[in-house]
């Protein structure tokens, strides 16, 4: 085996440790590396003839499962590039990603039918499989995969520079765009977890965060199959039977956001779960509010906090546990083989304390955005550097602390919400003149988007009219919690909107 690539993993673990659970699933049901690498091989045959070669785009639309997984490393092994598609998304999201990434193949849960049906007509998908068994006129994965000989796979030989997957991040110019991960990134991405979670072979670590998000992906699976560690997968998040599941499988690892935790805990079993195999801990998104720190210390657990984006696959910085209260705030240290530094509106690199831009380079660092040449221009300083679009600063001891965003991005639940896709939109609803999305603290989602708006003199807007309006337009958890109707909405001398004002009066 020649390749350098992360389709070649499977297939190297089916030689070193063939007998050892790769994945645990629905009620039990266990499938070994060895297994894996098969179920890989013959997905490969699949996707092969369906046409997909070198370079060609295989998006996913579908929960957790092991399909997810058999997939992706089918398609990286074909030397294709996987698109992992959120399934919250609307259909007309959908569309556009599917044809932006120009997927030749979809393959989608049935429960998703609707939604691509309304997706497809904007894309150019050349063939769409459905998982599971299907129908006698059109075989699903499961049906197609039996009788797939996985001799007939075929093997490209991408190198690390080569493009794996192509993860869609909301824009501040109200479309998503399309960040290539190369095997590169994703290989980095996975060893800076080993060596920063001390991910090893016995872990067995429950994967609760969806896939289809690039943290889930690059932090929780990948360090799992490289290590050769056994992963719970499950299809949706639900606290109770997340608990059952730790208890039942002695889970070691766990990786959510702050919601995540605070359900787990606000949990009738949480007292009563046998939690003593937790050791690891990762939580993303936002900071870790002092009630759950306390929760889980009081049960003898502590947090790996960290900071990221999708441009960097998606780890930037992680805080050690032994350091979650000493620097409480902090994300923590830039990951072992990632840099971290604080730039001015000049471009110098500032001084410990200083606050300025955010800025991270290192080999987990993307190399751009998938068709959009002036975008990733602009992402990055001249010297090579991704420029978060983040404020922040680090202290002396190098623990980096975000202090605002240049983007206004909202993080509710672990979603990123761009106030600008939704300001367009708000833009087209008849008696709005103008608009203003802002984050709003939430005690259970951590923020949620309030829309500031003016409206024509007579014109009949509230939070139901508009949230009528946006439903089955954009992903539900973006629409705005709440529509607030202003004379005028504050602006600088040039007519941006003074956000900041905005947040002191309605989020302060």
């Known amino acids: 085996m020649h390749q350098h690539g992360i389709g070649a993993w499977v297939a190297k673990r089916r030689l070193t440790s063939p007998d050892r659970v790769a994945l645990i699933h629905g ?42 997984l058999e997939v992706m490393f089918a398609a990286a092994r074909l ?70 000989d996985p001799e007939r796979t075929g093997r490209a030989d991408p190198g690390l520079a080569d493009p794996a997957a192509i993860v869609y991040t909301s824009g501040t110019t109200g479309r998503a765009k399309g960040a290539v991960l190369t095997h590169g990134n994703l290989t980095w991405v996975a060893l800076n977890c080993v060596v920063d979670y001390d991910v090893v072979s016995t872990d067995v670590a429950l994967m609760i965060s969806p896939l289809f998000h690039v ?23 639900e606290p109770g039977r997340a608990l059952a599941r730790i208890a039942r499988h002695g889970v070691t690892m766990l990786s959510g956001v702050p919601t995540t935790y605070q359900l787990l805990a606000d949990h009738p079993a949480w007292a009563s779960t046998d939690l003593s195999t ?35 696959s998606p780890g930037a910085t992680a805080l050690p546990p032994a350091l979650t209260r000493a620097k ?23 001084p410990a304390g200083a606050v300025g831009e955010i800025e991270v380079a ?20 001249p010297d090579g550097w991704f420029r978060s679009g983040d404020l922040g600063h680090l ?84 629409l705005p919690k709440n529509v607030v109707i202003v004379d005028e909405l504050p602006r600088t001398a040039s007519g941006k909107v003074r956000k900041a004002e905005l947040r002191a009066r309605f989020a302060g």
Request: some cysteine.
């Open 27 to 68: 009620e039990g049901s266990t499938v070994t590396y060895a297994q894996f690498a098969d179920a890989v091989d013959r997905v490969g045959a699949v996707l092969r003839e369906h046409g997909v070669g070198v370079g060609d785009a295989v998006a996913y639309l579908g929960e957790n499962s092991p399909e997810f």
């Open 79 to 148: 030397g294709a590039v996987f698109v992992p598609v959120n399934t919250r998304l609307a259909p007309p999201e959908i569309g556009y990603l599917l044809a932006d990434c120009d997927a030749r193949v979809l393959v989608h849960d049935p429960e998703f039918a609707a939604s691509v049906a309304t997706a497809l007509p904007a894309a150019r998908v050349r063939q769409v499989v459905v998982t599971g068994e299907g129908t006698p006129d059109r075989p699903g994965l499961a049906a197609l995969v039996r009788e797939a």
């Open 215 to 237: 943290a889930s992906l690059g932090m929780g699976a990948l360090p799992v199959i490289l290590k050769g560690a056994t992963m719970v997968v499950e299809r949706g998040f």
């Open 278 to 312: 937790l050791a690891k801990l990762t939580c993303g998104g936002s900071a870790v509010p002092t009630r759950i720190l306390d929760a889980y210390e009081a049960r003898g657990l502590s947090f790996s906090q960290g900071y990221g984006m999708t441009e960097a």
């Open 328 to 350: 409480q705030g902090s994300v923590g240290l830039p990951h072992f083989f990632t840099d971290v530094r604080i730039t001015g509106p000049t471009g110098a690199v500032l």
């Open 362 to 381: 290192g080999p987990n660092v993307f190399p751009g955005y998938h068709g959009l040449p002036a975008a990733t221009a602009e992402a990055f300083t």
């Open 395 to 478: 202290d002396a001891d190098g623990c980096l602390y975000v202090t605002g965003r240049l983007k206004d991005m909202i993080i509710s639940g672990g979603e990123n919400i761009y106030p600008a896709e939704l300001e367009l939109l708000l833009g087209e609803i008849d008696g709005v003149v103008s608009a203003a999305v802002i984050g709003v603290p939430d005690d259970r989602w951590g923020e949620v988007p309030w829309a500031i708006v003016t409206v024509r003199e007579g014109a009949a807007v509230d939070t139901d009219a508009v949230r009528a309006y946006l439903d089955g337009r954009i992903a539900r958890y973006k």
